[in-house]
């Protein structure tokens, strides 16, 4: 069969491409034409697409991938990486159009300053394992957790450690409300919130403009959704979703260290399994939770919500090895340099 393979953002069918993501069992936020537009527009992010059609014009796979650069030129050497979000979508999982659209992205990204690429696999991709792994790239387990909203409340609430349990009506007794405001009223307050937590983790955080460019551009089906807990009418915990088809993505969320004690880290997911049963969502997407085996505290904070535990895993290829080497050392002394600062910078306050 003869096939087209399209590289140019401008020259694929963009109707075409969301319908597919759309309509796949495994279409996700992340694969869509709409999610592509935002970083586009966005500093120091360069979307790669690559959709392959057949000779009937029927796309058979889609692969989207963002790179990310946030430190502008210099930096950019050391940071500069390519990930690709639950992807690559195909028709019937075809292993022939995998290997083409795999061979297609290695053509593409060796032409770009990227140090490695990881795919971040959102579902089970097992049966591409081969091809992955004759185009050097390494499998590592990777686990997320999912919770199931078309369980009912009861069996939800049940599923939630007793602990957590007790944290949550700490939280309801303590006056913390739950709400959720229109994107343009309840961002700022959630970015500083996400500021801080980000800071004090020695973690980077996406940009400002980002999350203002996928509230610009995602389409009807999709959104960016802000959810809040507020104490004496102050914003003191926020969770930024992305909301598609029928699940709820955990995208940022974080809250203002003073208010721990109030606990709306553990009243806000609670809040939004209900809002997402009421609002027919059928999951709920935990976004990550590290690798089996090494402990992980923020894995042990969302494991106490229940759900189930999967491991889809992660691939990933280093392009340049040396350089490779000296970010992580990099990033680690500059993480170290972050907590530091917010620390100092908390003690003052």
Known sequence: MNYTVFTDFNKIDKKKWGEFVLSHADGNIFQTPSFYQA???TKNFEPII???ENENGNIQA????LIYNEYGK????LTSRSIIE???LLVNNDISTHKKILAEYEKHISKKKVIYTQFRNSFDTSFFENSFLENGYTYEDHLNIIIDLKKTEDDLWKEVHVK???EIRKAIKNNVDFITLPFEHSFESCYKILVEVYEKAGLPLLSHEMFRNLYKFLPPEAEIKVFSSIYNNEIIGCMLCLLYKDTIYDYY??????YYSKNPNDLIPWEVFLWGKKNGFSYFNFGGAGKPNVPYGVRDYKKKFGGTTVNYGRYIKIHK????QISNVGFYFWKKAKIFSSNVKNRKE
Request: avoid cysteine; charge should be positive.
């Open 74 to 77: 210099f930096l950019g050497k």
């Open 164 to 166: 957590r349990r007790n």
């Open 321 to 324: 090895p040396s350089i490779y």
């Open 86 to 88: 639950g992807g690559p």
């Open 39 to 41: 970083a586009k527009k």
């Open 62 to 65: 889609v692969l989207q991938s």
């Open 253 to 258: 969320a974080g809250s203002y260290q003073k």
């Open 50 to 52: 690559i959709v392959i």
